[in-house]
């Protein structure tokens, strides 16, 4: 995967600005970061994110992935994030960036995970 470091600053960045209480897909922060695709905030995210709020960044379902799961839902419980079940209720914890954000606009990518 062929990434720049301004496009790892600038998903650091998009990561780093989601707010407590508030979660955003691998394809919001693709679309405001300008990315084509959400797998790339994914590896972005298991190589270069120990000091960010890795876990207010969530696949598109709403559901953690297996092996984060138990500990991401604790977290973002915590911070109130609205939670049913093994899901994160995206219609109600979801984070929009501003319009004008990135390439994308901050829209959710087609190809979210």
């Known amino acids: 995967m062929v990434t720049t470091d301004e496009q ?7 990561v ?3 707010p407590a209480g508030r979660v955003a897909t691998y394809g919001d922060i ?3 970061a300008g990315l084509s695709s959400a797998r790339t905030v994914g590896w ?3 190589t270069d994110s ?3 709020p ?4 969530v696949p598109a379902s709403g559901r953690p992935a297996s092996h984060l799961a138990r500990r991401q839902l604790a977290r973002l419980e915590l911070e109130g994030v609205p939670i049913s079940g093994d899901r994160i209720d995206l219609t109600r914890a979801r984070h929009r960036f501003p319009p004008g954000s990135g390439e994308h606009g901050g829209e ?3 190809d979210d995970e």
Request: charged share 30%.
């Open 8 to 14: 790892i600053e600038r998903v650091r960045e998009l």
């Open 16 to 18: 780093a600005s989601v």
């Open 30 to 32: 693709a679309g405001a």
């Open 44 to 46: 972005i995210m298991r």
């Open 50 to 52: 120990a000091d960010l």
């Open 54 to 57: 890795w876990h207010r960044v």
């Open 108 to 110: 959710p990518r087609a």
